[in-house]
């Protein structure tokens, strides 16, 4: 069995998978607001959302540890329901990955709304279906395609979270020692094996996922094409 | 509709996954100790840990490894650690001084030596040069801790003063975030030498791969390595039971051979 | 017999400088249909999307015999949801991850399934697309998709249909023989209707009540044929496509006096003419005779000489272009036999019947 440290990758996918659905259930309400309005504060929200993309993790870090820490009223209110602290717990991890990976999930989604044709959206309303449901029926399984890029692009960069992690998480083994930062224990370690068949099951995982992504994307945009 | 009912479930799993951590059934004997320790006792401290697990299957230890300096902050910052294992003693008589332990749980288990490292392949005389070795023009870079915040780091910087040698190599410095990556920088060759711990250099991972001269004790401040419980614990007993194991006969021992000396000894080590 | 209508009385700005203010009444007599004509930027499909409610007007109101359906003073504003429509795009706006025969069942989705799929299966007969109904949308023919856009928006019974520009995306036999088609389906279902436009053969085609708007304005409404034959007002002449309107600087009951090119021409409209004061007279092209030069002159018109100054082709027709004694626009089929004679600098016999001259104020 090659050395390779199971817990810690579990524990990413799981990290992973929470961030996606998590980043799914908020960032579609925020990316068809976006897509749709034209509030004045609509480029400054946009702004906000893209900020982790070009802020460094350190930074980023950083602030959701002001912001989640036990001087902080979020970190406060955290501690009198739950009795423990954000930071250093899989909960805070969690918070600062959503964070970590919301433009790579909204963004997407928001060019997906922006692309569905308005006039199908208002063809439905004349037929007497309501908002809510004109939103389920055309415009996300017209967005589809964003939808799910969107998603999967979420649970990828959340897999290889290192900086947020180390500055939020602490590196607590099976809590908050994601994977990347288990290969960067084990290279400090001079422990080379770990390191190599971590990383290169890393590496797999994340190629197969892009590789199934896109060969999946060409059915989300046509199925149709099938047929004919 | 469907496509509703899916976002639903997902949404659902995604809470159960968030909250339920198996690890959450607190204060159990199932969580195992967490114990930040500094990396120079890296392999002595998982040796001892094996040693502990194999007499005694639940007790588990869980080690972080890392700098004292960032590892002292953590914990003030409520990082759930139950102990502190530190390169030197000052961070846990910072935790003190800071409420978050108790001084009668405070204790020094060693102390830290000093070595200047290179690769076995490089043409120095190490062992005539000494310290000397560092301004060869050969030595392009030379990797020690960051002084910031790590107590190897601190020491390297007085020992380079003490030979008054400080301004000639600091250019040449690589600052690794704790000891171990400064090792492991020497080791891989990306820096030319090093001034690291005795601890590593005579682990096995580094012991066949350079060498070494030991600096003197006399040149750089002791480096008094002390660890503390901390106070919010809730394996208080699994944490005195490391403790007495560190300070024990064996655990000296175990630590001597790893290139730590007890902090009662008072000889300058021969290379 | 309560009386169904639409009324519109609203006003909507879009940017500085552009604003529209629409005002006009709709009847709702079984298979009615009312065109909203004007040129391109008039403000007729905003009309028709503020009669939908898919725009809310900045001032004023729509109402129906049921009610107020916006109100800008009070906020009141019923959604499209609830005003029981049913709206036809211009390119359709067919669901596209959806087969044609859920496309049609759209609206039924709260039907129980046997219902619906009769439903479906009525319309799909009606509109003469069984044979696609489990096509793909994409994958039918423009005049196909215009037939399920309409059994889509028939399926739910609305009390009205809204029709935006439905030919518009047609190639030119096609929309002929649609035309009549969806005129003839409309009468059959009995469904009042409203439909946009800027196709002047349309009107000829589709039209029982004419709404003729420019520059957000309606300039005259009326019954279709009287109105595209006599307009009143100077404007909606122009923009029904009366080639020639000629100012009038004086009249005795029906002759008209204005200026030409060489002095003053006169102008005789037909004796009901008598009593009006216009602005203008306006005539159309197609309407001016070119008398073959031993011809008898025709009673009840106006003949001059006039010199031809060019032509030119326009499809299956020639247009000609005189310049004395008063600017005039005449087109002829290409086969006329004046043709055969006419040539730049010759002179032409022209003759204006009494009654195709149209006074505009």
Same mark, same amino acid.
């Given at each position: ?228 | ?73 953590? @914990? ?41 490292? @290179? ?109 503390? @419980? ?30 730590? @000396? ?10 | ?361």
């Amino acid at each position: 069995m090659p050395p390779i440290d199971w817990t810690s990758i579990v524990l990413t996918i799981r990290l992973a998978l929470v961030t996606a659905l998590i980043l799914l259930v908020v960032g579609m309400p925020l990316a068809l607001w976006l897509a749709r309005t034209r509030h004045p504060l609509r480029p400054a929200i946009e702004a906000v959302v893209a900020l982790p993309l070009v802020l460094p993790p350190t930074v980023l870090g950083f602030y959701v540890l002001l912001m989640l820490g036990p001087a902080s009223p979020l970190g406060r209110f955290y501690e009198t329901i739950t009795g423990t602290l954000l930071p250093f717990s899989f909960p805070g991890l969690v918070v600062a990955s959503v964070l970590f990976s919301l433009p790579f999930a909204v963004q997407p989604f928001t060019a997906a709304f922006r692309a569905v044709s308005r006039e199908m959206e208002e063809a439905s309303w004349c037929l007497g279906v309501s908002h809510w449901s004109t939103f389920w029926r055309i415009t996300a399984p017209q967005s589809r395609a964003g939808i799910v890029a969107g998603g999967v692009l979420a649970f990828s960069h959340t897999l290889g979270e290192f900086g947020v992690a180390l500055m939020v998480g602490g590196n607590i083994a099976g809590v908050t020692r994601t994977v990347s930062i288990s290969i960067y224990d084990s290279v400090q370690a001079m422990d080379y094996a770990t390191a190599g068949w971590t990383s290169a099951l890393l590496l797999g995982s994340s190629f197969l996922i892009l590789l199934l992504l896109n060969l999946t994307q060409r059915n989300l945009h046509a199925p149709w094409l099938k047929r004919s | 509709m469907k496509f509703f009912t899916c976002m639903l479930l997902g949404l659902a799993l995604a809470l159960a996954l968030a909250g339920c951590s198996p690890k959450k059934r607190d204060a159990g004997a199932q969580t195992p100790l967490r114990v930040a320790a500094a990396s120079d006792l890296k392999f002595a401290l998982d040796e001892l840990v094996a040693e502990l697990r194999a007499k005694d299957s639940a007790f588990v230890v869980d080690v972080t490894y890392g700098s004292s300096g960032n590892l002292k902050t953590q @914990i003030e910052q409520g990082a759930p650690f139950d102990m502190l294992l530190s390169a030197d003693l000052r961070f846990p008589q910072a935790l003190v001084k800071s409420g978050k332990a108790a001084s009668a749980d405070l204790f020094p288990y060693a102390v830290g030596r000093l070595v200047i490292w @290179i690769k076995k392949d490089s043409p120095l005389d190490l062992a005539n040069l000494q310290h000397k070795a560092l301004l060869d023009p050969a030595i392009r870079k030379v990797a020690i801790a960051n002084p910031d915040h790590a107590p190897y780091g601190q020491a390297a910087v007085a020992a380079l003063r003490h030979f008054d040698i400080h301004d000639a190599v600091a250019p040449k410095f690589v600052l690794g975030e704790n000891i171990a990556q400064t090792a492991q920088f020497v080791e891989s060759g990306a820096a030319h030498a090093g001034i690291i711990a005795l601890s590593l250099a005579v682990a096995p991972a580094m012991r066949d791969k350079g060498r070494f001269w030991e600096i003197p004790l006399n040149a750089f401040p002791r480096l008094l390595q002390g660890g503390v @419980i901390v106070g919010a614990t809730k394996k208080r007993e699994r944490a005195e039971q490391l403790r007495a194991a560190l300070t024990s006969r064996h655990g000296q021992e175990v630590l001597r051979r790893f290139g730590f @000396i007890m902090p009662d000894e008072k000889r300058d080590a021969a290379h | 017999m309560a009386e169904t209508f639409l009324d519109l009385d609203c006003e909507v700005r879009f940017g500085p400088g552009t604003v529209l203010a629409p005002r006009l009444r709709i009847d709702g007599a079984p298979g009615k249909i009312t065109l909203l004509f004007g040129p391109s930027g008039c403000g007729k499909t905003t009309c028709l999307r503020l009669l939908a409610g898919l725009l809310r007007p900045d001032s004023g109101r729509v109402a129906t015999q049921h009610g107020i359906w916006s109100d800008a003073a009070s906020g009141v504003h019923l959604p499209p949801q609830h005003r029981r429509i049913g709206f036809v795009f211009q390119n359709y706006a067919l669901f596209s991850h959806r087969t044609v025969r859920q496309n049609i069942g759209y609206a039924l989705a709260k039907m129980p399934r046997p219902e619906r799929q009769a439903r479906v299966a009525e319309l799909a007969a009606l509109l003469e697309i069984e044979s696609i109904l489990d096509h793909a949308t994409t994958a039918i023919s423009g005049g196909q998709a215009q037939r399920v856009a309409l059994a889509r928006a028939l399926a739910p019974q609305p009390d009205w249909l809204f029709l935006d520009e439905p030919l518009s995306a047609l190639d030119e036999p096609l929309r002929q023989r649609l035309g009549k088609e969806l005129r003839e389906r409309i009468a059959r279902l009995g469904i009042p209707t409203v439909m946009v436009t800027h196709d002047r053969r349309e009107i000829e085609l589709l039209g029982d009540e004419l709404v003729v708007l420019a520059n957000g304005k309606v300039l005259e409404q009326g019954a279709a044929r009287e109105l595209v034959q006599s307009p009143q007002s100077t404007d909606c002449a122009r923009t029904l496509g009366f080639e020639n309107i000629i100012a009038v600087r004086s009249c005795h009951g029906a002759e008209f006096n204005v200026q030409g090119t060489k002095g003053e021409v006169t102008l005789t409209a037909a004796p009901s003419a008598a009593s009006k004061k216009p602005t203008h007279l306006a005539i159309r092209a197609e309407q001016i005779h070119v008398l073959a030069s031993d011809a008898p002159p025709p009673s009840d018109s106006n003949i001059f000489e006039a010199r031809l100054e060019f032509m030119h082709p326009l499809g299956p027709l020639m247009k000609l272009h005189f310049f004395h004694p008063l600017p005039l626009e005449v087109v002829l089929s290409r086969n006329h036999p004046a043709i055969a004679s006419a040539v730049p600098g010759a002179t032409c016999r022209l003759a204006i019947p009494h009654g195709t001259v149209c006074m505009t104020r």
